[in-house]
């Protein structure tokens, strides 16, 4: 969550922050602001809302300067308005933008009062100027002021900061929250996030936990919290700026939907020739051999991922296989196994309680990891044995739909490997994964041309304030994504059901005002499934069924039904997936809604 943006330069440095929290925006939208050393001294400008209304404003102003700092945020301490907006400030111009949660602040904001500072914000953050002042006020440097203001901080942070008395300095920090240097020709910047940066540069440099960066216009100096300088690999982005741009479409939800076929062929590419180990990392072979049972950590939308690969790992592979959500595992005592393999997804690799998840089963003594990630500079990819990397490309809308079925690939991937290492893997078998492979993005592609017909489900939908979604099996994950949709992005309740749980309660729900919509691939559980959809009509319940083209379900009143193609067979969540995207999409644009920033919702959370 939040977004933030710095930049010390020989040119002026305003268009660059501005783009930057325009393309961070996704990352927090309650407020903006930016901070820049003018000529006439430190100039600081806040908005409520949206990064235009702030462009507007520093225009208005005609703000220039070569050094600045910016950020777009997502509100944890203090309601979204314009005084809890960043940049804060201290005496003297001390500035500071501040992602992460400052879990000792209360304390510190007591300490500081009683010396005099005065708080104008609800914010945790405000504490790090104020704090960096008064130690300005002991005769430190500013580099030493900064860490010894970041030895009293307990939380998480990226933390950039400026002072009106030291113009050719910018100092940055990272502990548990994501920060980047970018390097130009014209000077070095800062950012959460690549995108951020890609316009100006595709020199990156990841910091890690523990980093501590000064700034200048000769370069940088990266070190340690103590000042023992530290050494960071310089990384090409593999971004390009068009992967930001909307081109054709009218929401980023809806171009990511669309590249999903793309997405899906650059992923499996690598399996297409075989599932071997090596895939998922060079001790990949070993670690697979030694793995009694797989544990899945993930949030939100790669939590469902997650419920959909236990089906495939024990099936397939015959291992025991748990998915977790993340924020709940490490809060709760449990039986650790070392020869686990403890699988994290998430598509940015810096999901706060993925990475703590994995940080606390590691101290357990599960040693073995396996990260599945969009992102590969990410923490998560850093802190895991193994790694394998979707090719989702780049997601901006909130509401993740390439990298969900990027997931699902890959971890079908892991699971056809290793029921290989573990001889269950015929090569008629593995002939036929590759083929439902080879064939699914052109599965996905069919059900994208199917879009006028949910459009016309979404008028249905879009007068609604309630729904319900039924699967069986490992389409029961599916319905809980499609649920998910649905709410996050249209603010219509939505909940998802094992249809076989109807009777224990969920059908108390059902009347002519919930809509029901069934996931009904032709697969073992279908006759099942028609008998649980007969109660919802019993009830006189409305259904919308996703039926796959060779099964037996016909339209008649009450029960409307798009035909996928024929049954994609173990593969079929992916495609039965795409119809409840489209549907939430086009429900939500026909509400008005925000589609590709949902209220009170950011991309990556990245606080607790």
């Not at 993340?326 to 940015?348: C, G, H, K, N």
């Not at 049954?567 to 509400?591: N, W």
Request: aromatic letters at 6%; glycine letters at 8%; one cysteine or more.
């Amino acid at each position: 969550m939040c977004g933030i943006v710095g930049a010390l330069a020989r040119t002026d440095v305003v268009p660059l922050l501005l783009e930057g929290l325009k393309r961070l925006e996704y990352r927090g939208y309650d407020s903006a602001g930016v901070a820049v050393l003018a000529e006439r001294g430190m100039v600081r400008c806040r908005s409520m809302g949206r990064v235009a209304e702030l462009e507007r404003r520093v225009h208005q102003g005609q703000v220039q300067g070569r050094l600045g700092i910016a950020h777009t945020r997502w509100a944890t301490h203090g309601v979204p308005s314009e005084r809890n907006a960043h940049p804060h400030q201290s005496r003297d111009g001390v500035v500071v933008v501040h992602n992460g949660i400052i879990e000792n602040h209360e304390d510190l904001r007591r300490e500081l009062s009683e010396q005099g500072y005065q708080f104008e914000s609800e914010t945790d953050s405000e504490v790090i100027a104020h704090l960096v002042h008064a130690f300005l006020g002991r005769g430190y440097s500013l580099p030493v002021a900064f860490r010894q203001a970041l030895r009293r901080l307990h939380g998480a942070y990226a933390i950039a900061l400026i002072s009106e008395q030291h113009p050719e300095l910018l100092m940055a920090a990272r502990q548990g929250s994501p920060l980047l240097l970018g390097l130009g020709e014209e000077g070095t910047y800062l950012a959460s996030d690549a995108a951020a940066l890609i316009a100006h540069t595709r020199r990156m440099l990841y910091l890690e936990d523990g980093d501590v960066v000064e700034i200048t216009l000769a370069g940088y100096r990266l070190s340690d919290l103590d000042g023992h300088p530290m050494n960071r690999q310089e990384k090409i982005s593999q971004l390009s700026p068009e992967t930001a741009e909307l081109g054709l479409y009218d929401h980023y939800m809806q171009k990511e939907i669309a590249e999903q076929p793309r997405a899906l062929s650059d992923t499996i590419e690598p399996f297409l020739t075989g599932f071997t180990p090596q895939h998922f990392g060079d001790r990949a072979q070993e670690i697979f051999a030694d793995t009694r049972q797989l544990l899945i950590l993930a949030c939100g939308t790669s939590y469902h991922a997650a419920l959909v690969a236990g089906y495939w790992v024990e099936a397939l592979a015959g291992i025991p296989c748990r998915a977790e959500i993340a924020s709940e595992y490490r809060y709760r005592q449990s039986v650790a196994d070392p020869m686990t393999l403890v699988v994290t997804i998430s598509q940015s690799g810096e999901t706060a309680d993925t990475l703590a998840a994995l940080k606390h089963a590691q101290s357990l003594g599960m040693h073995h990891s396996l990260a599945i990630c969009n992102v590969p500079e990410s923490a998560l990819v850093r802190q895991s044995s193994l790694a394998f990397l979707t090719r989702a490309g780049m997601e901006i809308g909130v509401a993740s739909t390439k990298a969900f079925t990027t997931q699902l690939a890959a971890l079908f991937a892991l699971a056809v490997t290793l029921a290989g290492v573990r001889g269950r893997l015929s090569e008629a078998l593995e002939a036929e994964y590759q083929d439902a492979l080879r064939r699914l993005p052109n599965k996905v592609q069919h059900v994208l041309n199917l879009e006028v017909q949910l459009r016309l489900w979404a008028e249905h939908f879009c007068r609604k304030q309630h729904a319900l979604f039924l699967g069986r099996g490992v389409h029961y994950p599916i319905a809980l994504e499609g649920a998910l949709k649905l709410k996050e992005i249209s603010y219509i309740h939505a909940e998802a059901y094992a249809a076989g749980e109807l009777k224990h309660g969920p059908l108390a729900l059902v009347d002519v005002d919930m809509p029901v919509v069934a996931v009904a691939p032709n697969d073992v559980l279908l006759e099942k499934l028609k008998s649980n959809l007969q109660e919802v009509r019993a009830r006189g319940g409305e259904l919308y069924v996703l039926a796959d083209n060779d099964s037996h379900f016909s339209a008649e009143e009450g029960i409307h039904v798009i035909r996928l193609p024929d049954h994609e067979g173990i593969l079929s969540p992916v495609v039965h997936v795409v119809p409840l995207q489209l549907l939430a999409y086009h429900t939500a644009r026909l509400r008005g809604a925000d589609v590709d920033k949902p209220r009170n919702l950011a991309k990556s959370v990245t606080v607790e």
